[in-house]
Each structure stands twice: as C-alpha cells, then as structure tokens.
C-alpha cells in the first residue's frame, strides 16, 4: 500500500508523465455517456490519457452482440476528436476471460512502478468489487475512479478500506492505491436500451453521430433503415439528460454515468 508520505509532490510534476487512465467494458455498442466519462475523469486528473479497452471474453456475462472488430471500431469513431482518449485492443488480442487483474499487470509492467495508473469503474462494479477475481491485487496497481451508477449499493467496508479516498493531486502523487469519487446528475443509460431503441426506431439520441453512422452503414444490431415513432411508454435513452458534471473535488465536466462500466466479473 502506498501512503501519501512516500512523496513530496506529484509524480507527474517530478518526471512530466501523467497518470494513465484505462477505461474496459464491452462498449456494445461505445455510447455518448462513456466519452463524456472518460473526459471527466481525464479532466480530474490534468488532462491525462484516457485508454478504452473492449474486451473480448467477458466472465459471467453473455457475449457482445457486435464482434470484436466492430466494437473496436466504434470506439475508435468515439475517441476521435478527443486526443485524451485512444482506443486499445490490448484485451481483444488476448486469450481467455478479460480479467480486470491481468490487464492492470500488463500496463503496470508497461509503465513501470512510478507512474500512476488510474481504473474507471461504475460505483454498481465498484460495490461488487469483492467478487471480482484477483481485486486484492488492484490497490497494488493501481486507484479507481468511481463513476456513479443510480441505485448502486455501498461497497463492502474491506473494499473501501482497501481504496482509501484521495483528492485528485493524491492519484497524480501516488503510483496505486487511492479511489476517487466523482459525483454528478445521475444518468441511467444501458447499452441494451440503446440497441433496443436501435432496432424499434433505427436512431438513438444517446450515441455520438459518428458511431450511429457506422452502426447504419453496417446494419448491427438489426437497425431500421427509417426511423418510426417510439412506441407508447418507451423513452429513448438520452433524450432528457442533463449532461452537467463534477467530481467531488476540482472538476466541472460534462460526464455521465454509462452501462456498466466494467462488466467482467460479475
């Protein structure tokens, strides 16, 4: 466990790196409320990197609708644009269930054991944390960057103690070890909502132009070619979202909340 007594200042003030921050999930499809997250959190942080990974094999959780190629291609429409956000296949190239423990070893090896490295997860993932395989690994490798899910429970009190909160120059000063909370209108969004609204109306307000276009052009998941009016009852996600974001200490970003925004594990 690192303590805020290991360092006098920042690490990124002392070697001019910012932390890397990875952002998993199947991104089945990538929407609007993940790039808006992203963005918040990398805005957290100093506007540090930002890597999307798809994953390939999810544990306990069906396969992606759209295969791997297509996933990854729309995340990489959703990143451009950004230059804080890149698409990485890392996971996709692997063999096996995406475990969340095998790519935060991979990227601790990648960027040594100074730098901070930074895990986005949803607070719904973040109170079943204990269930994942390896978590007592991860404050060894990394922190955590919550992102609030409506409704999500409290985490057990062993997972909390093992991510302290920390203010965002405490993630940029320490390699691993803290979580930060951020904290804005609550955003429920669902990626089975949005393939839903695809198929019944052909559009969705909910996903950036760019990906919809691909997802048209490509016909996944059984899109309309015309839209119709939405049925009686049924509201299409994000057409009455308030967009306005903050963490719990510096920031002042437009992010949502997203589909679960780790979904290996459970």
């Known amino acids: 466990m690192f303590k805020a007594s290991d360092v006098r200042r920042p690490t990124s003030e002392i070697s001019g790196v910012k932390p890397l921050i990875l952002f998993g999930g199947t991104f089945d499809p990538v929407h609007g409320a993940h790039v808006r997250a992203a963005l918040a959190v990398s805005q957290a942080l100093g506007n540090a990197p930002v890597r999307l990974l798809p994953n390939a094999v999810p544990p306990h959780r069906p396969q992606p609708l759209a295969d791997a190629g297509e996933r990854l291609a729309m995340v990489r429409l959703a990143c451009a644009g950004h230059p804080a956000l890149l698409a990485d296949d890392w996971e996709l190239r692997q063999a096996g269930p995406s475990y969340t423990h095998l790519t935060l070893q991979h990227f601790r090896r990648l960027i040594g054991r100074r730098r901070p490295l930074v895990f986005m997860i949803g607070a719904d993932s973040f109170a079943s944390l204990h269930q994942w395989h390896g978590w007592r690994r991860f404050a060894a490798l990394c922190h955590l960057a919550v992102v609030p899910r409506p409704g999500a429970p409290a985490p057990l009190p062993a997972v909390e103690k093992a ?75 994000g057409s009455d979202i308030d967009a306005t974001t903050n963490t719990d200490v510096t920031t002042n970003t437009d992010a949502n909340t997203m589909e679960t925004m780790r979904p290996h594990e459970f």
């Open 163 to 237: 991510f302290p909160r920390g203010r965002p120059r405490l993630l940029q000063a320490l390699p691993a070890g803290r979580r930060l909370m951020l904290t804005h209108p609550h955003m429920d969004i669902s990626a089975t909502a949005i393939r839903e609204a695809l198929e019944y109306r052909g559009q969705c307000r909910a996903l950036t132009p760019v990906v919809e276009a691909h997802i048209r052009r490509h016909g996944l998941y059984n899109v309309r070619t015309s839209a119709v009016p939405a049925a009686p009852g049924i509201t299409e996600p």
